[in-house]
């Protein structure tokens, strides 16, 4: 925004701006398969998304190397498997799926033996059925999409902080200081990781509620809830018609009245 626009904004606007962080970054790989994934708990086969972490602890540990600037012999790897499901992506008998996992922001280094280790682990004879892969480091994810800034999928670092000044402290974070300019994207309140909710949100009005309470590998799996509660800001009912970027996990619906947010319901999608 700020190479596009900077020259239109005040000098505190492009001050905050300048001063805005991005999170970790993901290296990602895509597989052609020869047939589905071998998970040997049942549970994996028939699920859409799968968060590949084996404990708690093992997550922790994986997150805290990675945000340390190391890269995890074991990472916390999120995996999607989509063609059991929808057959139009793979031939008959075929299949495709991809995962990712954190890498500090900017890495060149190559996860994908540590990542295929991973899923390997949890399906064995997973190697075998590979035909074909394509891998993005965080520079190949850039040049792909230039709002990846070093490979972060999150649209800049969600923090305490930057959760409320994100892009900048302002009263609406969806008005820029140019009159008519707005954003509204995942580097806007309620942050990454919500598609479809960062573009419907209207220019200067508090997000409206919805978010994949099971998608966010940057909390520990308990905070997830409280999180996604205070980060909701806005009331009303919603349908998981209203998301429609959103499929598989659940949706969490939340409503806010004055400055309390409740939970109202879990959705599975
Ligand atoms: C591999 C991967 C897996 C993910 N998994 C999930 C998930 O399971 N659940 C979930 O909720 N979220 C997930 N996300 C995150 C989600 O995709 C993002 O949070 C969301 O797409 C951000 O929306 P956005 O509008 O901010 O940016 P984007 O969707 O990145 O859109 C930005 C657009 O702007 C364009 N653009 C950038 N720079 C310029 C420029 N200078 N000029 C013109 N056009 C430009 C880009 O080409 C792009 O089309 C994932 C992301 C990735 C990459």
Known sequence: MLKIAGHTFSSLYRWQLERYRYGMGVFKVDWAL???????APECRQAGTIHLGNSLEEILASEQQTSEGKHPDRPFVLLAQQSLFDPTRAPAGK???WAYCHVPNGSRVDMTTAIENQVERFAPGFRDR???????????LEAFNSN???????????????LFTRPALRASPYRTSAKGLYICSSST?????????????????????YSSASRSPYLPLKAQGAF????????????????????GGFLLVVERIGRETRKKSLLKL
Do not use: Y
């Open 189 to 209: 309140p309620p942050g990454g990781e919500c598609m479809a909710c960062v573009g419907t949100t209207p220019p200067g009005r508090p997000c409206r509620i």
């Open 34 to 40: 020869d047939g589905p994934i071998p998970f040997t």
């Open 130 to 140: 590979i035909l074909a892969r394509h891998t993005f480091n965080t520079s190949e």
């Open 148 to 162: 990846l800034v070093g490979g972060d999928i999150n649209g800049g670092i969600l923090d305490v902080t930057q």
């Open 228 to 247: 996604r509660l205070n980060s909701a800001s806005d009331t009303g009912p919603v349908s998981p018609k209203k998301a429609p970027g959103i499929s």
């Open 95 to 97: 299949h495709t799926a």
